[in-house]
């Protein structure tokens, strides 16, 4: 069974840093591309950034772009988000994503229960 | 950007009724069509890839059709668990944007 267990969140000020983790289990990590999905409070889906299943492949949303990181360590089964110049509109509940496919990034086949960034002075 | 647009924003409907729901891009995405099914409280489940590939585990009430830029996802036979928001998402062209949802309700 996929299991997807994010962590990390909490409160930070705007302009602070903080990193995501996602520890994966239940299938073979580096098969398959894996993403952050975001969801502001009471709004919808926005695809925050991917990675493909050997790391050498990313994708970031323009709203994130130069701000954030996306990596993942196979050897550890665990995906990452370093998450820097933080604003309040990155406030939302962050979610790690497994794909369908290994070297693009496609759809949200798996997803964890999410955890949330709250970015407020 | 490719914008996703869904329609109505809010369905009510009654349990033993369909329902369909709509989903149109701003440029052909070809068959590169997800929908996703979201309840409170928790996490999006996949629903359908490739427009109508049912993913692993859902109902056969649920069907997805359309190509291109106009998309239907259909629930035959409204069932209890099915009241929830149901999201679409193109993944042919980076940024990968979803549809802004629609409400399945009683």
């Known amino acids: 069974e996929v299991h997807l267990l994010e962590s990390g969140g909490g409160l930070v000020q705007p302009g602070g840093s903080l990193r995501l983790s996602c520890a994966a289990s239940?299938?073979?990590?580096?098969?398959?591309?894996m993403s952050w999905v975001r969801q502001a409070p009471g709004k919808g889906l926005e695809w925050v950034s991917g990675?493909?299943?050997?790391?050498?492949?990313?994708y970031y949303a323009d709203s994130v772009k130069g701000r954030f990181t996306i990596f993942r360590d196979n050897s550890k089964n665990s995906l990452y988000l370093q998450m820097n110049s933080l604003r309040a509109e990155d406030t939302a509940v962050y979610y790690c994503?497994?794909?369908?496919?290994?070297?693009?990034?496609?759809?949200?086949?798996?997803w964890g229960q999410g955890t949330l960034v709250t970015v407020s002075s | 950007e490719i914008e996703m647009t869904q329609s109505p924003a809010t369905l009510s409907v009654s349990p033993g009724e369909r329902a369909t729901l709509s989903c149109r891009a701003s440029?052909?995405?070809?068959?590169?069509l997800a929908w996703y099914q979201q309840k409170p409280g928790q996490a999006p489940r996949l629903l359908f890839f490739?427009?109508?590939i049912r993913a692993t585990g859902i109902p056969a009430r649920f069907s997805g059709s359309g190509s291109g830029t106009e998309f239907t996802l259909t629930i035959s036979s409204l069932q209890s668990e099915d009241f929830a928001v149901y999201y679409c998402?193109?993944?042919?062209?980076?940024?990968?944007?979803f549809g802004q949802g629609t409400k399945v309700e009683i």
């Open positions: 994503v497994q794909d369908d496919q290994t070297w693009v990034v496609t759809v949200g086949k798996y």
């Open positions: 239940g299938f073979i990590f580096s098969d398959y591309a």
């Open positions: 990675i493909s299943g050997n790391g050498g492949r990313t």
């Open positions: 440029q052909s995405v070809s068959l590169n």
């Open positions: 490739g427009a109508s």
């Open positions: 998402q193109q993944y042919n062209n980076w940024p990968y944007s």
